[in-house]
């Protein structure tokens, strides 16, 4: 009666452990999404990113908790972490893992951070000076874009292949890069971001020769760009005055390109002070005006040689970057190669273990079935000792009718040596309870006496349908014992059925919803037309109990 608290407290302190588990990895959980959440609002304020310790950490967690979803954000904010950071191999490597990320088979893909990762790719890749590399990833940004509906990704997309194909030298694809994207940023209503893909379409146009249609969109780009009404020029929007210049060179009207070549002078930027200066210098050159030419040819060269050694200070920090990516990977494959060795020696002692696991389940196998081998045998021996015992107990029946008492006297005495061998191979078999024991472990007993103390729970028919099945089982010479005496209906072989499971009168009559005077007189009955005794319906009882 003790075992059954224990367990209950056992069972109780593994589902408090559980749950415990449960709420403190989904607290963590909640804790880490917020940190990516919180990591993401940062990026997106455009806020300088450089705690890779935090992204790492999200990461690493990410990678072994979170959804696709989750992992590729994660790694897309190391990999803006890396770049704000100067570092743009490793920036390269976390957006490239972040893309890997991405489920697109799933209809949840988050394909607006997937476009963003391939425009981060992209832009590094123009930084290194690999086009066709960023052509391709321009293109991935074009696909993702278009399946996150996301209209101005995808003609930004089509935009900056212009600059792609501008490094590669294939002028008439950035025209038509730049027309397309012209056209859709028009007719989606990006009217300021349409009228930016002209000056370099204006230019392009200007030296093949065509100034009837770079003059059209000029007119367009005047009378559309907001910048042109402001005093001040910013960033490079100056070199639009320098192609401008040009355009008027084109079309011999050299005092208006004079003009334009002085107004982009007075940029800041040092690519359009050098073009500005180029073209001055070519325009009193057409001139012949020699004192211009050696003024803006010696200013030229020195704005050369100062964008030369800014774009070379650029390009030895690229270098160094490399270098030390390089470095790195060196040091990885090392530690590689030696995880690689460990992990062979963890092979070699799984595999060992592995081993030595199979001999001893061989040999646990081995040992029972030889066990259930012998218990076959017994098993044998007890069905041959049941039959014995019933075909000496239909003897004594016939040697009931015949009144053979001194005969009759000898096979009740072989029908208890049978009971005391049965008795012993069923321990044998089972030593660990006896068949009483057995009967009284069974679900349909228990069953059985909830109900005998509940007078007002139903017994059903599967109830008496299964305590049938179980006595069958457990005492299978029950039955057939029973009928081979009188063929008694169901009610009478239920009342026997009680009997033998020692339950007692007060339970039975519960269980039969009879009362006490109709199962004495109903025992007394069966007494005298199964066993052909008169007598006390304990009797009866005793004979139905010595059945097993």
Not at 20 to 28: E, I
Not at 51 to 68: E, K
């Amino acid at each position: 009666m003790m075992k059954k608290p224990i367990r209950t407290i056992v069972v109780a302190c593994h589902l408090i452990i559980i749950i415990g588990l449960v709420t403190a990895c989904s607290a963590d959980g909640s804790r880490m999404r917020r940190q990516l959440h919180a990591l993401q609002a940062h990026n997106q304020a455009d806020s300088l990113m450089t705690d890779d310790s935090l992204a790492s950490a999200l990461c690493i967690w990410f990678d072994s908790h979170g959804t696709p979803n989750e992992r590729m954000l994660a790694h897309y904010l190391m990999g803006r972490t890396w770049a704000d950071k100067g570092e743009a191999p490793q920036a390269l490597e976390e957006y490239h893992r972040a893309a890997e990320c991405a489920d697109t088979t799933t209809a949840d893909c988050d394909y607006h951070i997937l476009t963003r990762i391939h425009a981060q790719t992209a832009n590094l890749f123009y930084e290194q000076l690999m086009p066709n590399e960023m052509l391709g990833e321009l293109k991935r940004m074009y696909a993702s874009a278009q399946s996150a509906n996301d209209t101005l990704s995808k003609i930004c997309s089509v935009e900056w292949q212009s600059i792609a194909y501008d490094l590669l030298g294939e002028t008439d694809s950035v025209s038509a890069a730049l027309l397309e994207a012209y056209a859709e940023y028009s007719d989606c209503g990006y009217k300021d971001m349409a009228v930016n893909c002209l000056p370099v379409l204006i230019d392009l146009l200007v030296n093949k020769g065509d100034y009837e249609q770079a003059k059209i969109y000029i007119d367009i780009y005047e009378n559309n760009a907001n910048w042109l009404r402001n005093d001040k020029i910013s960033g490079d929007q100056g070199i639009y005055y320098y192609y401008l210049g040009n355009y008027y060179v084109g079309v011999n009207s050299l005092d208006s390109a004079e003009y334009y070549y002085r107004t982009a002078l007075a940029s800041l930027g040092n690519n359009t002070r050098e073009a500005a200066l180029k073209g001055l210098y070519e325009l009193f050159k057409r001139r012949n005006m020699t004192d211009s030419v050696a003024k803006y040819a010696d200013l030229c060269y020195k704005t050369s040689v100062e964008r030369f050694t800014e774009s070379n200070a650029e390009k030895l920090r690229h270098m160094h970057s490399l270098y030390d990516y390089s470095r790195n990977q060196s040091v990885a494959a090392q530690m590689t190669i030696k995880a690689d060795r460990n992990q062979h020696r963890l092979n070699v002692v799984i595999i060992v273990a592995v081993f030595a696991v199979a001999a001893f389940i061989f040999f646990i196998v081995s040992a029972r079935r030889k066990k259930e081998k012998e218990l076959a045998l017994l098993r044998e021996q007890f069905q041959r000792e049941i039959e014995q015992q019933i075909c000496v107990k239909n003897e004594i029946l016939q040697l009931q009718k015949k009144e053979y008492e001194a005969l009759l006297q000898q096979k009740e005495d072989e029908v208890a040596k049978h009971q005391e061998a049965i008795e012993a191979i069923r321990l044998a078999i089972n030593p660990q309870s006896s068949i009483e024991q057995q009967i009284a472990d069974t679900d349909i007993y228990k069953r059985f006496e909830y109900l005998a103390l509940n007078f007002n729970k139903r017994v059903y028919a599967d109830d008496w349908k299964n305590l049938g099945a179980m006595i069958d089982d457990m005492l299978p010479h029950f039955r057939p014992t029973l009928y081979a005496q009188y063929h008694i209906d169901e009610k009478d072989y239920r009342l026997c059925m009680l009997i033998r499971l020692h339950f007692s009168l007060s339970q039975i009559g519960i269980l039969l919803g009879e009362n006490s005077q109709y199962l004495s007189k109903r025992r007394k009955a069966l007494l005298s037309k199964m066993f052909h005794q008169q007598g006390k319906p304990d009797s009866f009882d005793k004979i139905i109990k010595s059945i097993s």
